[in-house]
């Protein structure tokens, strides 16, 4: 327990029912449902006559359930919640991030959070600490190759993991281009872990002298972290689009142009609703800011069936089947090669655990 003149704050267990229904029976009436597992910490504050003032929780780096009683509001409470949290993350991870709606942009700015870009009207993002957007464009700036002359272009791929269809993709915008920034979603959210996805994509790609290889970092496709609890009211389809809008507003302000980027490429989407209605976004915005949309059509291959277009899921469900000789279709030989080093068990063992969860 802590204490200041005003409040004292309690930690509470989220492992207990009790602790986790108290936060919820104060969340519930004003408009949130609270998700235990979708946290890491957790604070309740109270005043001194053991009201229930306010909450707040953050998950890594994210401060979420930043929620104060209205008759509280006047008062120094969400100061006090913002303030608390955002020094614990800061101990841990040099930086926070908050997801919030635009209409509290001045309440965060005002405890010293800045503003890294907004998706109107539903979403806004902030970060406060010392690894910011930044430091991300030194890195950026550190692996910047000259081209004054010439045409940069930019690829963002999370490659679960890298097949023909990725490597058809870079080869056409290295081809088109004198130089390809490849990003790498760094959030290690898929089946294959980062540094393989990394070294699969490196080797992949070794023949294409123009091509750099660039670390995601937080600010390059970081949906899986992205907490929409405070958008409950919006349609699932809306949500995408404004997560969307805000990933491509921030390549767009902060990396393209410390890279010089004009022209962003893409694979078609035949597959995934979430990804095809992000192209979309990125083909309304990226004109802009002068950026311009290359849409490539998805690599096929001849199959037993005919042709069918490659896409990783196909591979993934291969691995889980067994079915190596169909998984090969799929794959250059390079990410043959590593996952024959021992990975390919791994994976199929990863994804039967996570079947049998769900």
């Known amino acids: ?152 272009a930019a690829i963002v791929m999370n490659c679960n993991p890298f097949t023909l269809g990725h490597q058809y993709l870079v080869e056409k915008a290295s081809e088109e281009n004198e130089i390809v920034y490849l990003f790498v979603v760094e959030e290690d959210r898929s089946t294959f872990k980062f540094t393989d996805r990394w070294n699969m994509i490196k080797a992949g790609t070794r023949h294409l002298s123009n091509v750099i290889m660039v670390k995601g970092g937080e600010y390059v496709v970081s949906e899986a972290t992205f907490p929409s609890y405070f958008l409950k009211n919006e349609s699932t389809n809306l949500i995408t689009q404004k997560q969307a809008e805000l990933d491509i507003t921030i390549f767009c302000q902060y990396i393209a142009p410390t890279l010089n980027i004009t022209a962003r490429y893409v694979g078609t989407e035949c597959y ?17 800011y002068g950026i311009d949309f290359c849409e490539i059509k998805r690599k096929e291959i001849l199959g037993e069936g005919g042709k069918e277009w490659i896409s990783a899921s196909k591979v993934r469900d291969a691995i889980v089947k067994g079915e190596y000789d169909r998984m090969k279709l799929f794959l250059p030989s390079t990410t043959i090669r590593y996952l024959n080093e021992g990975l390919v068990e791994k994976i199929r063992h990863r994804l039967e655990v996570n079947r049998c969860r769900h």
């Open 272 to 288: 995934c609703s979430t990804t095809e209605l992000y192209n979309t976004v990125m083909q309304n915005l990226l004109p802009k």
């Open 1 to 152: 327990m802590i204490e200041n003149s005003d409040f004292r704050i309690e930690e509470p267990d989220l492992s207990s029912k009790y602790d986790v229904e108290l936060i919820r029976r104060f969340l519930s009436p004003l408009g949130f449902y609270f998700d235990a597992g979708a946290v890491d910490y957790s604070i309740i504050l109270y005043n001194l006559n053991d009201d229930i003032v306010g909450v707040g929780s953050y998950q890594g780096k994210i401060l979420k359930y930043l929620v104060v009683a209205p008759e509280f509001r006047e008062s120094g409470a969400f100061a006090h919640i913002v303030t608390f949290l955002t020094e614990k993350v800061i101990s841990e991870h040099q930086q926070a991030f908050v997801f919030t709606r635009p209409e509290n942009i001045n309440y965060f700015t005002g405890l010293g959070y800045n503003l890294i870009a907004t998706a109107e009207p539903l979403i806004a993002v902030l970060e406060f600490g010392y690894a910011d957007i930044s430091r991300y464009c030194e890195y950026l700036k550190s692996i910047k190759l000259d081209n004054a002359i010439g045409s940069a």
